[in-house]
């Protein structure tokens, strides 16, 4: 009787959707609002980003340097999601960012308080309201 009660068990206690196999044609949600099969939307490949690389050299005796801007949503900490960066032996701040396609804005934030441009990106833009923010235009 007790091997029967332990043939019940096992058997209640399959995990969700076992035995169940996706159709090959089933329909998913593609992420864009359309649909298509279950192993194109596994197959597909990741949205195309481009990995920057950033150095921030002159500041040596400063306690931190993060990076932030349209990407992050202005995050003024990394405890919010600002990118922060390691200081190397030579005192520059290095870090980096893997950007989605298109373009966006951003600025330094030294020691926490401080919102600089980045000296090595010529490429700015005026942001409507009095400041200058640096631009990157990740063009995979």
């Not at 995990?15 to 596994?42: H, R």
């Not at 600002?82 to 190397?88: D, E, K, L, N, Y």
């Amino acid at each position: 009787m007790r091997f029967v009660g332990f043939l019940v068990l096992l058997a209640a206690c399959r995990p969700p959707g076992y035995g169940k196999e996706d159709k090959p044609d089933a329909a998913v949600e593609t992420g864009d609002g359309s649909t298509g099969s279950a192993d194109a939307a596994i197959d597909s490949p990741p949205a195309a980003t481009c990995e920057h690389a950033f150095r921030l050299d002159g500041h040596g005796t400063d306690s931190s340097v993060w990076l932030t801007g349209s990407f992050v949503a202005w995050a003024s900490t990394p405890q919010a999601g600002a990118v922060a960066f390691s200081q190397g032996t030579d005192g520059g701040w290095t870090g980096s960012y893997a950007f989605e396609a298109g373009t966006h804005q951003y600025k330094l934030i030294v020691n926490g308080n401080d919102w600089i441009l980045d000296p090595t990106n010529p490429n700015t833009a005026d942001d409507g309201m009095g400041h200058t923010n640096n631009v990157y235009v990740c063009a995979p």
